[in-house]
């Protein structure tokens, strides 16, 4: 079946780095993506979503961006602090239908923040 | 709360006992879901609710497993005859309606399941 996977599983920055991580999707269906964080023992926290008809969208010191053409999607941390790490994952929704609800997740990148 | 609640938070059981978890969503939000997380890995998608009925079980690994939500809120995942294999943190998540598209779903801690 289609999944979501990630190119690096672990990433390490210094403080005030920002840092990229990336996500290949391989859905052509999928018209919803989310970013999550999830540090040790915790639930996935949410961070940002897109939907298909942007390209762009921005939070606060995050940015996720979208490419259809190639599938691929990342989420851009400015200034990261050593609260940020954590593992992060991308998910999608695979295009809806019954299965609307279901998102299918990365296995993670691992971030990792110098100070 | 103002969150996803489960319960337990740990669960420690002996194999081939039935164990049911608990979770109560985000006051207001019509759709909930359960996966599985096994250690070091992402999430597995089980079951998901609109309102109370589930549009989409196909994420059930088998038929010991089964889940039913009451009332628009609380839902239980109960697994029945439990099996080494079955031991993994499971995630609940809640998110308003759909609406015109998906909505940011929203986890609870989790139920961390040891079977013996």
């Known amino acids: 079946g289609e999944s979501v996977g990630l190119h690096l599983p672990t990433l390490s920055v210094q403080e005030g780095d920002n840092s990229i991580i990336n996500c290949a999707y391989s859905?052509?269906?999928?018209?919803?993506f989310i970013w999550y964080k999830q540090e040790s023992g915790k639930g996935p926290q949410f961070i940002i979503d897109?939907?298909?008809?942007?390209d762009k969208r921005q939070g606060q010191r995050v940015t996720v961006l979208l490419n259809k053409t190639v599938k691929h999607l990342s989420l851009q941390i400015a200034a990261t602090q050593p609260g940020d790490s954590a593992v992060y994952f991308c998910?999608?929704?695979?295009?809806?239908?019954?299965?609307?609800?279901?998102?299918?997740f990365g296995q993670g990148t691992i971030l990792t923040v110098h100070p | 709360g103002a969150g996803v609640s489960q319960s337990p938070s740990n669960k420690v059981t002996e194999k081939g006992k039935d164990v049911e978890l608990r979770c109560d969503p985000i006051?207001?939000?019509?759709?909930l879901y359960w996966y599985r997380q096994r250690l070091g890995q992402g999430l597995e998608f089980l079951i998901y609710?609109?309102?109370?009925?589930?549009?989409?079980k196909s994420g059930l690994p088998s038929d010991r497993f089964s889940a039913e939500r009451t009332g628009e809120s609380v839902s239980t995942l109960t697994i029945q005859r439990t099996q080494q294999e079955d031991s993994a943190v499971y995630l609940c998540?809640?998110?308003?309606?759909f609406g015109s598209g998906n909505q940011p779903q929203h986890f609870g801690d989790g139920t961390r399941l040891s079977i013996l």
């Open positions: 998540a809640s998110s308003l309606l």
């Open positions: 859905n052509s269906a999928s018209d919803y």
């Open positions: 897109i939907r298909s008809n942007m």
């Open positions: 998910a999608e929704n695979g295009g809806g239908g019954t299965s609307y609800g279901k998102l299918t």
């Open positions: 006051s207001g939000h019509t759709a």
């Open positions: 609710f609109q309102g109370n009925s589930a549009p989409d």
